[in-house]
């Protein structure tokens, strides 16, 4: 091989990866800008507005987790997002626990349930895999219904807020914001991780096609099972921490209403994008807290604007705005 072709090789290997590099470092940049955004934001508006918003984005974030790279539609999430509230609200009230160990106990039940679930569903498919998570998930409502513990329609109210770590006092909001971001973060960074290590990839391989990843040696119910409980994990870890903001628990946390409000999250925002749920997150609650006060009904709004993403944005808002960036960087 001449002098010339070496170079000539060199030169196109640099500028094949320049780009990867350029998006990589834009990356970057844009996740500080949104972190700085994320600590400045809560001086600007309501706290508890936006720690509603960044407990529902945690929720959608882990079902996105299920179902967008997975490809299992679950109608019973608000079971894990529900019951963890449950638990979570019990431990701080009742037993005096402190708030990390009462959210920690809430996610472990979380993710208890969530393998009882995922052992029971997790061999069927399509519809039927949904129609079993939806019938496990109203059979929680029911218990959370007739338990003593969960004190029926009521709910449990007045949950202390109490101090994280013996230092932090989240009855101040800024704190409990901080706290709850702290939350997002971690979990978002779980998701993050589980979505580019080899298990993610063998997740998306299931997603396409189950029977290759199968012919390839892969036990596919374990991938699922194990999907399925993080999933339920973090779902469970959102609950548990809206019950300590709200200081509530209550039925309307483990409806099917509540399952079907993060599916219309995800897909708003963008199924098997990592910033759609958030970004869908952020849409529904604004929504539901600024039209609550108007004379519309909220619910038709919700669903036409769904109805114009589903025309317009099939690919969810996050999916439409990367499949063009995508498109111009490819003409670039």
């Not at 299992?72 to 701080?92: E, R, W």
């Not at 996610?107 to 069927?124: D, K, M």
């Not at 496990?136 to 003593?148: E, K």
């Not at 039209?291 to 669903?303: E, F, H, Q």
Request: with cysteine.
């Amino acid at each position: 091989m001449s002098l010339h072709s070496q170079s000539s090789g060199r030169a196109s290997a640099q500028a094949a990866g320049a780009p990867a590099t350029a998006g990589l470092t834009l990356a970057r940049v844009g996740a500080l800008v949104v972190l700085a955004g994320l600590l400045a934001v809560p001086f600007l508006l309501y706290p508890v507005f936006l720690m509603k918003v960044l407990c529902f984005a945690l929720f959608a974030c882990a079902f996105n987790l299920l179902i967008g790279f997975g490809g299992l539609l679950s109608f019973g999430h608000a079971a894990f997002f529900g019951s963890a509230a449950y638990v979570t609200a019990h431990a701080v009230k009742v037993w005096g626990w402190s708030p990390e160990l009462g959210i920690l106990l809430g996610t472990l039940a979380a993710a208890l349930l969530g393998l009882v679930f995922g052992i029971i569903a997790i061999r069927r498919q399509g519809i039927y895999f949904a129609m079993i998570t939806l019938a496990l998930s109203q059979m929680v409502y029911f218990l959370a219904l007739q338990l003593p513990f969960t004190h029926g329609e009521d709910g449990i109210q007045a949950v202390p807020r109490g101090v994280l770590f013996g230092v932090f006092d989240l009855n101040n909001p800024l704190e409990m914001y901080y706290t709850v971001l702290g939350v997002f973060l971690i979990g978002f960074f779980i998701i993050w991780r589980a979505v580019h290590s080899p298990f993610g990839q063998v997740l998306k391989a299931i997603r396409e096609n189950e029977a290759r990843a199968i012919s390839l040696g892969y036990r596919t119910d374990r991938y699922k099972l194990l999907a399925f409980v993080l999933s339920a994990t973090l779902a469970g870890l959102a609950g548990g921490t809206k019950a300590i903001v709200f200081q509530l628990a209550t039925l309307t946390d483990v409806t099917w209403q509540m399952s079907g409000e993060v599916v219309l999250m995800t897909l708003l925002g963008g199924m098997g994008t990592l910033t759609g749920p958030v970004i869908g997150a952020a849409l529904v609650v604004t929504l539901e807290n600024y039209l609550a006060a108007t004379s519309l009904p909220v619910p038709v709004v919700i669903g036409c604007i769904f109805v114009v993403c589903v025309l317009v944005f099939r690919r969810g808002i996050a999916g439409e705005i990367a499949a063009r960036f995508g498109k111009q960087s490819r003409n670039v």
